[in-house]
């Protein structure tokens, strides 16, 4: 495939080209179909074309496109309400285009309320190994990934990295300049390693004693991904101060929010933040429609359910394939399996059979489906796995 195009090439796609997608599958103009696995990285949760979503946009579209924020948006005082009636703890929202721009609102609201307090020395947010937040800026020195930070300048001050895990060195760091701690419930790009419940609460309770707010960064795994609306809401006793939210929450419109306890929104008065596009009508409608499709009691029993399944078969391929797998990772449909063989080769040769699948660190090869799937696009995808597995027995084994 040439590259000779205008884009810059910060991306390599195959040479397949979509042109239509509808439920769990996207075709190409000569017809082509594919299962989607991955579903635009976990955001079009709703399957493709789903019609709710194509009418909100439709309706809308009609009527009102963009205002700014400079005077009142249709739908987004209503949609907000929305979002802390499902969530206990919240009271201010702020919609934002993407998920990076969820986490530097986050990140800024976390400092602002320090600073506010006269706490002008508690800038300090505290992140882990395998995080991931974004591409600006401010998110790349938030996660630390030294391949996202290479070539882009010193790195910002205020951001501490510690060992995934490492209690200690987390300890050991809380100080009276630690504004939050930043993290994801469950790890997308870091290889799809949740948390365990007791670190979630043992965090809250350490950031409680410190004065420090809990962070969550909810993009990839919340809207629905693990079988509830949000994933920490599998834990009791570990509710975030602030919490950024995108991907699946406008099923494919660019949609993002920044989600705090009122107490703490409270310093983010006008002239602290802003955005042009953030919550305009056009999002508004659709993230009305997503988040009454995502919030039903039935389609979250029905994710555990089909999440369920998942395990099953992924138990069976990794007794079938021991020397092709290696461990299974993540929570309901935000899943993965990590492998002995390249994760990018098996997902390329998966690719040439019409399955499509991403990968994330650690050698992970990550899954994040459609949550209207059913077990007959399981046992699809599943069988087209088995083929893979079978010819990458033949490959070196890889080495992490
Ligand atoms: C994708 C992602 C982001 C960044 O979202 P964008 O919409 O690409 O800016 C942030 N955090 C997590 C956990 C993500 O998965």
Redesign the pocket.
Known sequence: MPQGDHLYDCYKPPAVEFVRGEGAYLYTEEGDRYLDFIAG??VNGLGHGHPDLINAVKEQSEKLWHLSNMFKIPGGRELAKKYCDALPWAGKVFFTN????A?ECAMKTARRYHYDKGDTERYEIITFTGA?????LG?INAGGNPKYLKGFGPGLPGFIHLEFGDHDALKEHMSDKTAAVLV?PVQ??GGLRPMPDQCLRGLREMCDEHGALVIY?????GAGRTGKLFAHQWVDGAEPDIM?A??GIGGGFPL?ACIAKEEIAACMVPGTHGSTYGGNPMAMAVGHAAFDLLNDPGMMAHVNKVSNFVKQQFEALKDEFPDVVDEIRGKGLLIGLRLKKEALAVRKNALTKKLLLGSAGDNVMRMAPPLIIDETHVREAIGVLRECFEEARSLPDFEV
């Not at 960064?217 to 795994?221: A, H, K, M, S, T």
Request: proline residues 0%; negative net charge.
């Open positions: 990285i976990a993407s998920g990076a721009e986490v991931f937040h974004g591409r600006t998110t994801e997308g790009e960064d909810e993009v990839q795994c950024a995108a991907k993002g």
